[in-house]
């Protein structure tokens, strides 16, 4: 059973729109939050990360927002640009140092010009 | 940094052969993880290494699949025998212990083709 949800597989947007990236998770043991964003025939890279202590983080165009109750995270990317179509992957990982990495199944934006 | 580097960037194999995939993680990354990617599952770990030493490997889907760290510089996952359903893009990772919440580096990957 996935722990890390990301149920729409795929999004377009209008250049200049918001972007709204979803994702929900089932361990309420998850204490950090993570979106990475994958070009094709390159690997994921990181884009921004939240602790579960925040409801909120922003680094320019990207910001992750975290409700913990509902165990729901979404990213918003304002404005949207042509080069932010990638798929973005969702990612949770607990508190100790050895804990790994569970990614969701991604989602796939294409920012139309 | 030359970043984490994986080899061969692409692998067509028969069904039946062996494969091995290489990975070279950044230097000082104590921290060594193996994913693969397929469209039905995202990316998905296969096993983590902490100094070398195998921490879990719950993820690796069958006895056909197994991984090695030799030293700090290198690993390989190795299948044997392939088959069809191994087809996926292989990515390696790395990073330094305690540093997963500012992201792992990746390579570029490896797709396998399994004919």
């Known amino acids: 059973d996935q722990q890390v949800k990301q149920n729409s597989p795929s999004l377009s947007v209008q250049e200049g729109r918001i972007s709204i990236l979803n994702c929900d998770y089932t361990?309420?043991?998850?204490?950090?939050f993570l979106w990475y964003k994958k070009y094709p025939a390159e690997g994921p890279t990181f884009l921004i990360s939240i602790s579960s202590i925040k409801d909120k983080n922003e680094d320019g165009r990207f910001t992750v927002f975290l409700n913990k109750s509902a165990k729901h995270l979404s990213l918003h990317i304002v404005p949207s640009q042509p080069g932010d179509s990638a798929v973005y992957f969702c990612?949770?990982?607990?508190?100790?140092?050895?804990?790994?990495?569970?990614f969701g199944p991604g989602t796939s934006l294409s920012v139309i010009p | 940094d030359a970043g984490v580097i994986q080899s061969p960037r692409h692998e067509v194999t028969e069904m039946g052969q062996e494969v091995t995939l290489r990975c070279k993680p950044i230097?000082?990354?104590?921290?060594l993880f193996w994913y693969r990617q397929t469209m039905m599952r995202g990316l998905e770990l296969l096993i983590y290494f902490n100094n070398n030493v195998p921490i879990d490997d719950s993820g690796m889907p069958e006895d056909r699949f197994s991984a090695k760290m030799p030293n700090a510089s290198f690993s390989t996952l190795k299948i044997q025998p392939s088959e069809p359903r191994d087809s996926a893009v292989y990515f390696c990772a790395s990073s330094r212990t305690g540093e997963q919440l500012f992201g792992y580096t990746f390579g570029s990957g490896t797709r396998l083709t399994v004919v």
């Open positions: 990612a949770a990982l607990g508190e100790t140092s050895y804990d790994k990495v569970i």
């Open positions: 230097s000082g990354h104590n921290s």
């Open positions: 361990n309420s043991m998850f204490d950090y």
